[in-house]
């Protein structure tokens, strides 16, 4: 199970996999809903006679916690990706400012944007009731809480910040399909940030138990099955102008390196961002075919993450990108 | 996998088993942390003077939400078990109301007592800052979000609620192995509410993968092993004076009885609570040696949980139960 991949990794995932995959997914539930307010998002951050290279008509997918797996099909145990969502919330926050659109493609219950810094169960850990029982939120928390809700809901009155949940890999991988074809038209002005823990391996649904596995005397031995990567489609089918990030993480840091190259060969990924689990907070490694730039958060700064410099750094590679285009 | 359990099932969990699953487990940090705040929690919530059967010396252990089993040591992957942790906490408050002292053992991030019919993500749901900068609450959560703040606050200031957070199979059986010998003195007055999705199956922590499992080209085979039934250790050696309540939640109905008969009989279960997966929030059947009572929710009054009614039936039969000790 530790083996290092080897060059049969390097091979293009066959088609049938992937529509195999698709045909056998129990069916997206509000398909039509999110189809819509994809295209309303899209209208309504992108003008036709926009320059491609104004910030204006920028728009970035972030993916975001991990999928989950079921085991069985009246679902009551599945393998779950760990990844509390920190990421991709942080790094929202911080394409927003950047003036970019974002299509947040979130797991249920992870880590929402604004609300990174919160403790975790802010309700109860945040606020009182006065005597004359108004609500109050206590001194070391207010500012925090107060940012919070503002900006959280300015993004979203604004129509800059469209938040989409899922749970399974089935959902995740339908939704980012919906989306991908949404934001085709616009072209390479969309970036793809794909920071969520996505499952490698599933149980297919036809091959899934229906009810609860039921403990019987003896040990239980489950055979999962790769999902196909779905990366290669994506930058190769669904969204095939848009510039593509994808993030590695490993807790094997000998091997983290020449993965990210893989990944990067393999998908044909414009960037990948490599990390390892004990220190991603502190450091990325930002992998392009040109580069290798080793991104820290700046420790004199309170508060500071990494996600800060991350998306600086993101922004203007994805300029220069974009400058191809219009050249 | 889907076989019913045989009579195999009704053989006792062998002491090396648990042994073996308690000696391999990774140590529980804060042991010595949570020891301290139980016996606080027990001097403050019981006198050796009162009366056994005054409820004010009853204390329930309720536990909540799903219990997961890492695949690697270094945790990327993992098994869950689905529990939203809203049984545990609905029930926790009635429990309250009745006059007992809860330890609750709950899974970091599930449902918390108090806040059950709160939305999801409360903080951006119900509030928005106002002109002056104060932070308001919507008139349409007002009333739930406050007595939700006022009644968690009373509850942990007056000592009567200890909130103690697991994630991993081995930190819930270790602290309930703790709490369980923190509550002996408390003899019959003690309830064991065992409303948590426990894993049935894990992975041995010395035969576990060091490092996240790598995707090679291959489908993947998972070996697991049964988990020690610590029902029997719980009822027979930890807390052997106290009143224990299983739950068996099952998604074929079919089997459902059977196996909440085979629960009560092999580890001599006082009460076992049988639900099944689509009508869990409506009813549930309560099986005993003597009764079996079916518990519905109260279809005529609005926010009506089943955890009402059933808190009810088992106060009552508690009172029953002391009863015999007293005599």
């Known amino acids: ?41 899209v209208d309504r951050n992108t003008s036709s006679s926009g320059n491609l290279s104004g910030k204006a008509n920028r728009v970035v997918c972030i993916t975001s916690g991990g999928t989950t797996v079921p085991l069985e099909k009246q679902c009551v145990r599945y393998i779950d990706n760990f990844s509390s969502g920190h990421r991709g919330a942080a790094s929202t926050e911080y394409f927003l400012n950047a003036g970019y659109s974002v299509v947040f493609l979130y797991r249920r219950g992870s880590c929402q944007p604004f609300c990174s810094s919160l403790p975790d169960d802010p309700l109860l850990e945040c606020f009182s009731v006065a005597d004359d029982s108004s609500i109050e939120v206590d001194a070391l928390h207010a500012e925090t809480v107060k940012s919070a809700i503002t900006e959280n809901r300015a993004a979203v009155a604004e129509g800059i910040l469209l938040k989409l949940p899922f749970t399974t890999i089935f959902e995740y991988l339908q939704i980012l399909q919906l989306i991908s074809v949404s934001l085709r038209d616009v072209g390479p002005s969309a ?77 044909k990924m414009h960037m990948v961002i490599a990390n390892e689990l004990s220190t991603r907070k502190e450091v990325v490694i930002v992998v392009t075919e040109q580069e290798k730039v080793t991104v820290r958060r700046d420790c004199t700064r309170a508060g500071a993450e990494v996600e800060s410099p991350l998306v600086e750094l993101v922004v203007d590679r994805h300029s220069t990108y974009i400058k191809k285009f219009d050249a």
Not at 205 to 216: G, N, P, T, V
């Open 1 to 41: 199970m530790d083996a290092i991949d080897d060059a049969n990794q390097l091979r293009e995932t066959p088609k049938n996999e992937v529509m195999s995959f698709f045909e056998s997914a129990p069916l997206l539930k509000d398909a039509a809903e999110i189809e819509k307010s994809l295209k309303e998002f």
């Open 191 to 267: 970036i793809f940030f794909l920071a969520a823990a996505v499952s490698d391996f599933y149980v297919p649904w036809e091959s899934m138990a229906l009810h609860k596995i039921q403990s019987a005397s003896g040990p239980l031995d489950i055979r999962l099955t790769q999902v196909p990567k779905m990366l290669s489609m994506l930058r190769n089918e669904w969204a095939p102008m848009a510039f593509h990030i994808s993030f590695k993480l490993e807790t094997d840091t000998d091997i983290l390196l020449a993965k990210a190259n893989m990944a990067l060969k393999q998908y």
